[in-house]
């Protein structure tokens, strides 16, 4: 576990561009984004987390954002939140599978009664990029579909479930995913900021065709 948060949280510092570096001292770096050791503990803990291998726990579940959302510290509060939920599920509930767990934690992370958060969470359109960061969303209670689907995707890392948050292209044929590591050289596009390329992502147009064929 400890080779694992040295690799992740080395990673992810790479990662950070130098503009986001220089806007905070280095000893606060793990403070301010990472926090790998939160969604690692846990992942010791949850059986449908334990096949993951190092490259997708590093930029999937350890990374700390999806897009150009505001940089929070948002895992102690998420960590409040799904710890919740999933203590209540474990005696009542088969989480055997990761569909199963994911399927859980949509049902449950938007009411205030399963997460003991002050708001219930709701969709409310064209609030991004006002409010699209996770801590924004609980506090205002509402966020249109990229800020849910970031609280959502959050939530997800933190029990151990590799996730990353999808966007369609104007013309409605390509269909991209967010990732940290952009050495693969593909931005991952973005309806409210569409001149920022600096975000990398992943082209999985064939891939949700397949999937969606077969509906």
Known sequence: MVRFTILAITALTIGISDAAQTSCASDEVQHRYPRPEISLD???????????????????VATYAHVNEARVDW????????????????????????EDVVSYISSQMWHTETTGLVNNVTFKSSQTPLICDPMSTLIYG???????????????????????????????????????DASNGVAHPMAWDLENLEVPGDDRTVYYQDACNKC
């Not at 846990?42 to 999937?60: F, G, H, R």
């Not at 800020?147 to 948050?165: E, H, N, P, Q, T």
């Open 42 to 60: 846990t992942q010791q803990k949850s059986s449908w987390a334990w096949n993951l291998s190092q490259d997708i726990y590093q930029e999937y």
């Open 75 to 98: 895992r102690p509060i998420i960590t409040t939140a799904t710890s919740a939920i999933l203590d209540n599920a474990l005696s009542t509930t088969d989480l055997s599978t990761v």
């Open 142 to 180: 509402y966020a249109s579909c990229t800020g849910v689907s970031i609280l959502f995707a959050d939530a997800l890392k933190y029990v151990g479930i590799a996730a990353r948050i999808p966007a369609k292209m104007a013309n409605g044929k390509q269909i991209f995913s967010s990732r940290f």
